[in-house]
């Protein structure tokens, strides 16, 4: 399908009549679509109410303090404002916080980018993002190079260590899964044995015990003296865990790949291994990318297990702030903070979600 050929995404006008006349097609949808408004009506003014109307968004725990014995009613918002410091930058130095601010920039940058419709080289900026992003925000938030002073990971918390994980072991478990899903598909017997154990000895492995077992084995493996901190530990768990995982993904979109491709490739003369690299792994990638972002979403949602291991990410600096006893204040206080934490992650899965929806879409027209 040519470029003219290719049909215009519709407006929101066409859109929103069309998910209308869907709401009203038949009288299923007719009574599905009353039952929510019903439901919807029933429980959203009470619930604005309480996050919007009634909440306490300003001052210390006087603002959400009980009166006469009784709690106030509504949202806790001070709690959130009063340890906004805490709950993204952990104890991060003060004076550096422009460097996890960098950092944050750079990776909203790149999901805006992936997100837009201007934006072509999608591809690109994804293989940045993966390749390039870790290592120069790595050596921003340690320093100790380039003038930078250096910040141990003991001092790394909040939001900035949860996004610092789960980049990390994104970045890490892509390449190792895509490795191991070829090594699955070789046509030397131990090197697929030993690919299909890996798997399915990680897959058949909770994260938690793993997460110790590495915790526990890793330091044996270094020379004598060396110590790694927890951080690092905690990242070759979480590759090891989700690189099974998308080494599954991987080998689906391999196995998508027509014979006819590797058939084809062949009689145009080329090897093995730029058949693999300059004619499957492309399309297979392509197939693949939204099932990789779903493996992405699940990263995000598994670090917050790292607690166990003594690393408070941002989940665990509000605990840390709820079992602070200026704010043992009541329900509300408890209620707003979490609130608040399901918002936070939901708006980071649904912008994986959405740059998954749009590539995947954008497969479709090309198809």
């Avoid at 603002?63 to 106030?72: E, H, L, N, T």
């Avoid at 996004?163 to 072991?169: H, N, Q």
Wanted: with cysteine.
């Amino acid at each position: 399908m040519t470029a003219a050929e290719t049909p215009l995404q519709p407006g929101i006008g066409a859109r929103a009549s069309r998910l209308l006349h869907g709401c009203i097609s038949s009288p299923g949808n007719i009574a599905m679509t009353l039952a929510l408004v019903l439901l919807a009506a029933y429980a959203l003014p009470p619930l604005l109410e309480w996050t919007i109307v009634q909440g306490h968004w300003s001052g210390g725990p006087d603002a959400c303090a009980p009166i006469d014995g009784k709690q106030r009613a509504g949202a806790c918002w001070a709690f959130v404002g009063s340890r906004w410091t805490q709950l993204v930058y952990g104890p991060y130095p003060e004076s550096e916080h422009w460097r996890v601010d960098t950092v944050f920039a750079m990776v909203l940058a790149a999901g805006i980018a992936l997100l837009s419709r201007r934006v072509k080289s999608k591809g690109l900026i994804g293989l940045l993002l993966i390749l390039v992003a870790p290592p120069v925000a790595g050596v921003l938030l340690a320093g100790g190079v380039l003038g930078l002073p250096e910040v141990p990971v003991s001092r790394w918390g909040g939001l900035m260590l949860t996004v610092t994980l789960a980049g990390a072991a994104l970045a890490g478990s892509l390449p190792l899964g895509l490795a191991v899903a070829l090594c699955r598909r070789s046509s030397m017997p131990v090197i697929r044995v030993l690919a299909i154990g890996y798997i399915e000895f990680l897959r058949g492995v909770p994260l938690v015990p793993l997460l110790f077992l590495v915790m526990s084995i890793l330091p044996l493996l270094l020379p004598p003296g060396a110590d790694l901190p927890l951080l690092p530990r905690a990242i070759v768990a979480f590759i090891l865990f989700n690189s099974a995982g998308m080494a599954e993904v991987f080998r689906g979109g391999l196995q998508a790949i027509p014979k006819g491709q590797f058939e084809a490739a062949r009689s145009l003369g080329l090897s093995g291994a730029m058949t693999m690299a300059l004619v499957i792994l492309p399309q297979a990638i392509a197939i693949v990318t939204p099932g990789l972002l779903n493996v992405a979403i699940a990263i995000v949602k598994e670090t917050t297990v790292i607690l166990i291991i003594g690393l408070i990410d941002f989940l665990n600096q509000i605990q840390a702030g709820l079992a602070d006893p200026k704010w043992l204040l009541g329900d509300q206080v408890r209620d707003s903070a979490y609130l608040f934490a399901g918002l936070v992650y939901w708006a980071v899965c649904f912008g994986l979600s959405r740059v998954s929806a749009r590539l995947e879409l954008k497969r479709e027209r090309r198809g």
